[in-house]
């Protein structure tokens, strides 16, 4: 059975750097059959994809937070990681790591979320 | 990218039918067939309900069906039941291999 859980600091400052991790158990992030992306919720915007990661390495953001988003994985791990910079009250959001089929806006399992709070 | 518009609210009474509407534009839901729906309880993660517009994962009741229109998705329930009361949000691809979610709309069971 396939599990994704997210974790990292709950709290982090404004101008400072937000950093998570999902780690993926029950599949390898390299294995081909599925990108991974990063989706986050707030009060103020709902639902906001973040970017993803394709198996390659290589990835792909939302142009609203391209400038300041870095999305990697650690194949040794098997965790993808989330760098967000110059966080801002508007960056508090629940944070979710969610397998992505295709890329094309299938997301067919997801973590429990991590809430993040930027204060 | 604004988000895809849905409505606020929908309600409607045990076994009847309601359809939730999700409106973009040409360049994500009226130019791919790549709509999902999702469904979120409170406190929970979204759960995957409809793919690529009228496409149920295993599990999923076939109370739930999909379609599209032109630049509008729609998402219905037939049968309502209680455990349906929840939040729904649809998504679709983008031309610019991007994803965007709709506002999310809370359905009412009366």
């Known amino acids: 059975q396939v599990q994704l859980q997210e974790s990292g600091p709950g709290l982090v400052k404004p101008s400072q750097t937000l950093s998570l991790v999902c780690t993926v158990s029950g599949d390898s992030i390299s294995s081909g059959r599925y990108f991974w992306s990063w989706i986050r919720q707030s009060a103020d915007k709902g639902l906001e994809w973040i970017g993803r990661l394709y198996s390659s390495g290589s990835t792909h953001y939302n142009p609203s937070l391209m400038s300041r988003v870095t999305i990697s994985g650690d194949t040794s791990k098997n965790q993808i990681s989330l760098r967000l910079t110059s966080v801002t009250a508007a960056d508090t959001a629940m944070y979710y790591c969610a397998r992505d089929w295709g890329g094309t806006s299938i997301f067919d399992l997801w973590g429990q979320g991590t809430l993040v709070t930027v204060s | 990218q604004s988000a895809l518009t849905q409505p606020a609210s929908v309600s409607g009474s045990p076994g009847q039918s309601i359809t939730i509407s999700c409106t973009g534009t040409?360049?994500?839901?009226?130019?791919?067939?790549?709509v999902s729906w999702y469904q979120q309880d409170p406190g929970k993660a979204p759960k995957l309900m409809i793919f690529?517009?009228?496409n149920r994962p295993s599990g999923v009741s076939n109370r739930f069906s999909g379609s599209k229109s032109g630049n509008t998705a729609s998402l219905t329930i037939s049968g309502l039941q209680a455990e349906d009361e929840s939040h729904y949000y649809c998504?679709?691809?983008?031309?610019?291999?991007?994803?965007?979610f709709g506002g999310g709309t809370k359905l009412t069971i009366l």
């Open positions: 040409s360049s994500d839901i009226g130019g791919y067939k790549y």
């Open positions: 998504s679709s691809f983008t031309s610019s291999n991007t994803v965007l």
């Open positions: 690529d517009v009228d």
